[in-house]
């Protein structure tokens, strides 16, 4: 049986979609395992562009199915959305695509507190993308959540909607905002749940099944390490494990051991939201990364925070999430730039692990490594020895420096612009 994960190692947007529709063409399982609808993965069909939330990247790679597990929050109104643009570009979805009966729902009500809550006086932000993915999930933990099981029993959905918006509305018009109605937020799910009715199942034995079997399964992480709920930079961090520790609890399934761990990384390093990032850059070479890079949120749309690629906080990551290979992503971005840095850890910081407290983090000061720059289009190299030798000399510091092999180097947005250097 072949497993493979893939997880995010610095704050999202690192480019994992790619990856994950190459490997996805050899494995017949892609899961996804957490988060919801404040991922977004770019991914490109016949040249044309998609940008997917809740169905795991996987999609596009015909012959997968695609499973949507119970630690996903799921936005019935987004998911249905992507589900027609999937169709649209000619993939079966029905039969093919399915949702865990247990998976929490993201209803309107989540959205607008936590919109309310990020703009609100005297609390702190925390730069959500705005989606209610903390809000579902709390509600989950404190055992009202809807789950996607309840979108299909009207009596349970109006008692758990009912019962939810007790103490939310009060919060609402505490904050001088409308209650919403339960009835009538019951009628919107109850309408989105018929048309969800043929993806919903019990994904977690279709999983069982497919170990047992030996089928290949691609486990498809969305945000990333540092973004991680408890090894991340709490509390500037989202809602989820998104560490591969989390591949199990978000699956209901003891996945065991998984074959090969892929981390991916951009050679340089971006952030979106509030929180410390040691490495940012606001002068020229940060304008360079975001124009040329097009760091811009594909979910939200924010302008990225740019700066250099942090060594330390990676190999925490590597070493937490047993990474066997970081996949460096746009290292062609960093073509042109006159100087490339890399961290290599601290002034001011001489532990192994990243400091716990967001103060700590906030003001580390990092020791950075200085290379040439390089002018080269890296887009038709099909091997490394073909890199200038400015760009190869970055690669070697970065593996020597995060502890774990370069595996993969994507070279460009295609597909097949992706360096695979083996095993
Ligand atoms: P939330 O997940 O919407 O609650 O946002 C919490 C933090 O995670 C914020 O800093 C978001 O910008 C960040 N975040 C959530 N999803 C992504 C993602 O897919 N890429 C990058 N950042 C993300």
Redesign the pocket.
């Known amino acids: 049986m072949t497993t493979t994960a893939v997880c995010g190692l610095q704050?999202?947007?690192e480019g994992k979609g790619k990856l994950v529709t190459r490997l996805a063409e050899n494995h017949k399982f892609v899961v996804r395992y957490q988060g919801g609808g404040?991922?977004?993965h770019t991914v490109y069909v016949d040249g044309k562009k998609i940008v997917l939330h809740h169905l795991p990247s996987g999609v596009v790679a015909k012959g997968t199915t695609c499973l949507l597990m119970p630690g996903m929050v799921i936005n019935p109104v987004t998911v249905l959305e992507e589900l027609e643009e999937v169709k649209a570009l000619g993939f079966d979805t029905v039969g093919r695509i399915w949702i865990s009966n247990r998976a929490q729902i993201t209803a309107v009500y989540h959205r607008s507190l936590d919109q309310k809550r990020e703009s609100g006086e005297g609390v702190i932000k925390?730069?959500?993308?705005?989606?209610g993915?903390?809000n579902t999930y709390a509600d989950k933990a404190m055992r009202f959540g809807v789950r996607a099981c309840d979108l299909l029993d009207p009596d349970s959905l109006f008692e758990l909607v009912q019962s939810s918006l007790v103490q939310k509305n009060l919060q609402l018009t505490a904050w001088g905002e409308e209650e919403f109605d339960p009835q009538v937020v019951t009628e919107e799910l109850l309408n989105q749940g018929r048309q969800l009715e043929p993806y919903i199942t019990d994904t977690s034995m279709q999983l069982v099944n497919a170990i047992e079997k030996g089928d290949s399964i691609l486990f498809e992480g969305?945000?990333a390490a540092m973004?991680d709920l408890d090894m991340g930079t709490y509390p500037?961090?989202?809602?989820s494990t998104c560490l591969p520790g989390g591949i199990s609890a978000g699956c209901g399934v003891n996945v065991g051991r998984v074959g090969k761990v892929i981390g991916v990384a951009k050679a340089y390093c971006t952030r979106?939201?509030?929180?410390g990032f040691p490495t940012e850059e606001l002068g020229d070479a940060a304008t360079h990364m975001r124009d040329v890079g097009g760091e811009y949120g594909s979910?939200t749309g924010r302008p990225r925070r740019c700066g250099w690629f942090d060594t330390h906080a990676v190999r925490v990551m590597v070493r937490l999430g047993q990474i066997d290979g970081i996949c460096l992503t746009k290292l062609d971005v960093l073509s042109g730039l006159d100087e490339i840095k890399l961290s290599v850890g601290y002034e001011n910081w001489s532990q192994e692990g990243l400091p716990a407290s967001h103060r700590e983090f906030d003001v580390l000061k990092p020791k950075y490594l200085s290379f040439k720059g390089f002018d080269a289009d890296l887009s038709s190299c099909k091997t490394v020895d073909e890199f200038p030798q400015a760009a190869r000399d970055f690669i070697k510091a970065v593996e020597e420096h995060s502890g774990v092999p370069v595996r993969y180097i994507s070279t460009g947005p295609k597909t097949d612009q992706l360096i695979d250097r083996g095993a």
């Open positions: 704050w999202g947007d404040n991922a977004g925390i730069g959500t993308t705005g989606r993915i903390g969305a945000q973004l500037y961090v989202t809602s979106v939201g509030l929180g979910t």
